[in-house]
Nanobody, 129 residues
Framework: QVQLVESGGGSVQAGGSLRLSCAAS????????MGWFRQAPGKEREGVVF????????YYSESVKGRFTISQDNAKNTVYLQMDSLKPEDTAMYYC??????????????????????WGQGTQVTVSS
């Protein structure tokens, strides 16, 4: 089984930056793709950014394209989300998620919130105006 642990959330003013980390442990060789979802109070969980675990394909939602950057450190089994030019509407709980399968799959982005089978505990991001 795979476990995901997020860190790096916090509070910033609009225009500021934060970097989230998601460390994977366990049977990481079965991770096919990973990404970040976010959920604001009263809203549905939305996919923000995804990558294949080989990082050869990356998807950004229109709401974050040009401001957020996802990267991967294979040696540390860690995915990072660099968030720049933050806006108040980015305020949400951010969740790292992974699609873990013992067989070959092709990840089709964006993932729906029902697709990942491994989730982190979430980290809060608050952006004030």
């Amino acid at each position: 089984q795979v476990q995901l642990v997020e860190s790096g959330g916090g509070s910033v003013q609009a225009g500021g930056s934060l970097r989230l980390s998601c460390a994977a442990s366990g049977y990481t060789r079965d991770i096919k793709c990973m990404g970040w979802f976010r959920q604001a109070p009263g809203k549905e969980r939305e996919g923000v950014v995804f990558l294949n675990f080989g990082a050869d394909y990356i998807y950004y939602s229109e709401s974050v394209k040009g401001r957020f950057t996802i990267s991967q450190d294979n040696a540390k089994n860690t995915v990072y989300l660099q968030m720049d030019s933050l806006k108040p509407e980015d305020t949400a709980m951010y969740y790292c998620a992974a699609l873990q399968r013992a067989y070959s799959v092709i990840c089709s982005f964006p993932l729906g919130p029902h697709e990942p089978n491994v989730w982190g505990q979430g980290t809060q991001v608050t952006v004030s105006s």
